[in-house]
């Protein structure tokens, strides 16, 4: 018997096991995908009591890429303030948790040139480490296996595969229809993921590790598509709207949109609760790519079961609230402040906000450690 067949059979063993102790249905992955645990909760591994033990050493901090900055600011969230900054390459835009959460890059697309880098972050020193040559990595995500990273070129209408420790070129997907591709997330069983196309007003469905593109779908307000996040069934996905300033609902296998939900001015990030029944609107409060200072942003709180917003917390005096991640213990909802050079800490009970001042521009910050066997990407998207 091989390697690779003993692996799977033990994957298919555990897939079944994990699916009769939650009376939940068995989920047929792609190969080398970690089995679901939960089919009516992908997001089970996610709790505060699941992190993974190749986290155990990762420092708690805010890792915050500010993009006029070229830096990227460190939070100590226990203490509230900036505690390091060290410089990156030219507009870092996120910081990713790498598949196997050993390594946080720091995605510096380079903006119109040709000098794109990713930047690694050892977890557990909290230190950068040497630059690796990439063409522009706007984002990054990872294939459900682990093999590959997908490098998000998004000036090129492009995503390409490459090597998730060296970064060595291992193929690309055109997505010839898909400008201003830039976020994604997976369906449950890994077979195809959704992208979103920002100055096309649609999005792409997209089988990665078949590498092609299986279609795109114009949404029917669409302006600005920005982020994207798969309910906890796996059945649809939610995609936020800069310009429609909500959030639209789409059914992942008939790829078809259902519903819109009405959020705020300028709808971007998405983030699931700790407990996965809930998920964090970001609104921006404009619906430009840039914009003033103290807009009308704030955060609406999806009901996952309902698909209704239950409530909305306005940021005070205005703010632009715009990717992030929660707490390991779901107290927390860390955003940065994209026009206003701060980062938001929002208490996930009241809506109680904290601002604590950084660099220019910040972006995609990472919140570490996160809960979860394996990252997809993004800011930390958990599996």
């Not at 595969?161 to 055109?174: C, E, K, V």
């Not at 699931?272 to 807009?295: C, E, I, Q, W």
């Amino acid at each position: 018997m091989t390697t690779r067949l003993f692996i799977s059979l033990v994957l298919a063993l555990w897939s079944g096991v994990a699916a009769a102790q939650t009376g939940s249905r068995p989920v047929e992955t792609v190969p080398g995908m970690p089995p679901v645990v939960d089919s009516t909760n992908l997001y089970s591994e996610t709790r505060a009591d699941k992190l993974n033990p190749a986290v155990s050493g990762a420092l708690a901090r805010i890792y915050v890429p500010n993009r006029q900055g070229n830096d990227v600011s460190v939070i100590d969230p226990a203490a509230m303030k900036v505690v390091d900054r060290f410089p990156v390459g030219v507009n870092p835009q996120h910081v990713v948790p790498a598949w196997d959460l050993k390594t946080l890059w720091v995605t510096n697309n380079a903006e119109g040139r040709t000098d794109g880098t990713l930047t690694p972050i050892d977890p557990t020193t909290g230190k950068p480490g040497q630059p690796i040559a990439v063409e522009d990595p706007y984002n990054m995500y990872f294939t459900p296996d682990g093999r590959s990273a997908i490098v998000v070129a998004e000036a090129f209408q492009r995503l390409d595969l490459r090597d998730p420790h060296t970064m060595a070129l291992q193929g690309s997907i055109p997505v010839p229809k898909c400008k201003g591709i830039n976020h994604a997330d997976f369906s449950i069983d890994g077979r195809f993921a959704i992208f979103t196309c920002e100055f096309q007003g649609m999005v792409a469905k997209v089988d990665v590790m078949g590498r092609k593109v299986l279609g795109y779908l114009k949404l029917s307000r669409g302006g600005m598509p920005q982020d994207v996040r798969v309910s906890p069934d796996g059945k649809i996905f939610y995609v936020a709207d800069m310009k429609a300033g909500g959030v639209f609902v789409v059914d992942g296998d008939s790829f078809t949109e259902i519903a819109f939900l009405k959020t705020g001015i300028g709808a971007h990030g998405l983030y699931p609760s700790r407990d996965g029944t809930k998920l964090y609107v970001a609104n921006r409060g404009s619906a430009h790519v840039f914009a003033a200072p103290r807009g009308k942003g704030s955060v609406s709180v999806i009901d996952f079961a309902t698909r209704r917003v239950v409530t909305t917390w306005p940021i005070p005096g205005g703010g632009s609230p715009d990717m992030g991640n929660v707490s390991v213990d779901g107290k927390v909802l860390w955003l940065s402040g994209r026009f206003d050079n701060v980062v938001y800490a929002i208490d996930t009970t009241s809506g109680e906000v904290r601002t604590i001042p950084v660099g220019k521009e910040p972006h995609g910050l990472a919140v570490w450690p996160q809960p979860g066997r394996y990252s997809l990407g993004h800011t930390g998207n958990m599996r």
